[in-house]
């Protein structure tokens, strides 16, 4: 029996493992796909505080988990595949497995919609990446391809543009989904350009993107551009559907909080799956640190422990 299992280990979760065990709480990380979770995608990161060198996102990774397992976090590298939190203690699932805890954290991220195309996989993280603001700078003086129309693909492409030295809104209908205010804004900037009615049907490059190969809808026509960056921005799914009838969410499967807590007593949530706005590593270790010390308070409050 644990007192809080966490499931999830990118920088929400590995921070709700370290405050929690360091709190003298028995923890268990029940990892997922991935240790670091999105920033392991991330090659450089350099907009975490106190590393102004900057660092990759596996080293930052690894950094988080050895600083949990210090205060005796354990951790499962698995992933859990079914719930049950209709009474406690809430079990888990990982296979056939069965994990009990008196309290859980919920830290199991978003995932990026991707494209489908070729190359897309194997350029992830070599060019192919999903957040400007992690990686704009290394895009300095390069030709870089956003994918998508609604705000976050306007206002990637307006944070590129500081840096890049083109931007090329890549998207399939004849016009944005995005907000006038972040319209207005790229259409004033002389860098970013805009291919309407246009798909993306493969990405380029060996080691590294290199070009892109775009197909026009109205004309079939198909043309290759170079590019040394494609930003995905056609929206996230957040990581949920295990929690359906358990947890409240929306029909697209994104919970309802409360800050970093649900209705269900002793069920709390951090990273990107309770932060719509920011979704940044440093905010996501703040909401890890937060779920872990409710799930010590909320624990003190129980009869038995
Ligand atoms: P979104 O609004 O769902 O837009 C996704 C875009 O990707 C759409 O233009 C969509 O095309 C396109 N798309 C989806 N699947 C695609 C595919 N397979 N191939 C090509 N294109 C595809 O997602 P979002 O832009 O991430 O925004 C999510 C939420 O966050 C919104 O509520 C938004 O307002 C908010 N947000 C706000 C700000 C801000 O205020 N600064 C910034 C970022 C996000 P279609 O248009 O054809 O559907």
Redesign the pocket.
Known sequence: MYDVIILGAGPSGLTAAMYAARGKLKTLVVIGPMVGGQIALTYQVDNYPGFPEGLTGPELSDRFKTHAEKFGAEFLDAEATRVDFTSTPYKIWVGEKLLEAKSIIVAMGMTH?K?GVPGEDHLFGRGVFVCATCDAILYEDKKVVV???????V?EAIDLAKFASEVTIV???DEL?A?RC?TDKAMSEPKIKFLYST?VDEIIGEKRVQQVRLRNLKTEATSVIDAEGVLL????NPNTIMFKGYLDMNESGNLETFGVKTRKPGVYVAGDLMD?DYRQVVTSCGSGCAAALEAMHWLETQPVR
Do not use: N
């Open positions: 919609r494209l994918v998508g129309g609604g705000d976050s693909a206002q998207h399939r209908r989904r907000c972040l798909v921005a056609i929206g996230w719509m």
